[in-house]
C-alpha cells in the first residue's frame, strides 16, 4: 500500500467525469487499498479516485470505523435534511455550510465486485452525497451557502 498525493482545488482531473469500472484487477485492488491508507493518513472521512488523480468510478468512506468501497455506486433513495459544515481533503483548511440529505441509500459495487446497498444517515449520508459528486467532478463548493470558510486550527490544551 502507498499513500498517493491527493489533487487540489484548481486541478482539472477534479472536474472531470469519471468512467466506469468494468471488472477488478489486482491495479483496482491496489488502487482501493492506497485510497484508504491515503483517507486514513489524511484524517479524511472519504475520498474518490479522482481525488488521487485517477478517472474511476470508486469511492472509499470511513466515517464511523466501518470501511465501505463503493465501485460504480449510484444514489437510488433520499430523505430528509441536512445542514452542516462540510470540508473536502481536496480543499484543505477550509470548509462550507452544505445542505444535503439526511438519509441515503446508494447502490453500488464492492471490491469483490458484489452488488450491494449501502443505507446511511447524518455524517454517512453526508460522506456518500459528497464523494459520489466527485465523480461527476462536482465539488462541495458548488452548493456552499454563504463563504468558503478557513478551519480554525486547534489549540493545544496544556
Excluded: W
Excluded at 98 to 116: G, H, I, S
Aim: hydrophobic fraction near 35%; aromatic fraction near 6%.
Amino acid at each position: 500500500m502507498a499513500i498517493r498525493t491527493i489533487r487540489t482545488m484548481g486541478d482539472e482531473i477534479l472536474e472531470k467525469k469519471c468512467r466506469t469500472v468494468e471488472e477488478m484487477t489486482a491495479r483496482t485492488k491496489d488502487l482501493i487499498d492506497d485510497m484508504f491508507e491515503t483517507m486514513y493518513e489524511a484524517g479524511g472521512v472519504g475520498l474518490a479516485a479522482p481525488q488521487v488523480g485517477i478517472l474511476k468510478r470508486i469511492v472509499v468512506i470511513d466515517t464511523d470505523g466501518t470501511p465501505y468501497v463503493l465501485i460504480n455506486p449510484e444514489i437510488i433513495e433520499t430523505s430528509g435534511t441536512q445542514t452542516g459544515q462540510e470540508g473536502c481533503l481536496s480543499l484543505p483548511g477550509k470548509y462550507g455550510i452544505v445542505t444535503r440529505p439526511n438519509y441515503v441509500k446508494v447502490r453500488a459495487y464492492d471490491e469483490n465486485m458484489n452488488l450491494y446497498e449501502l443505507e446511511g444517515t447524518e455524517l454517512l449520508a453526508r460522506a456518500i452525497c459528497h464523494e459520489c459528486e466527485h465523480l461527476d467532478g462536482i465539488l462541495y463548493v458548488e452548493h456552499i451557502e454563504g463563504e468558503l470558510m478557513d478551519v480554525e486550527p486547534e489549540v493545544e490544551e496544556e
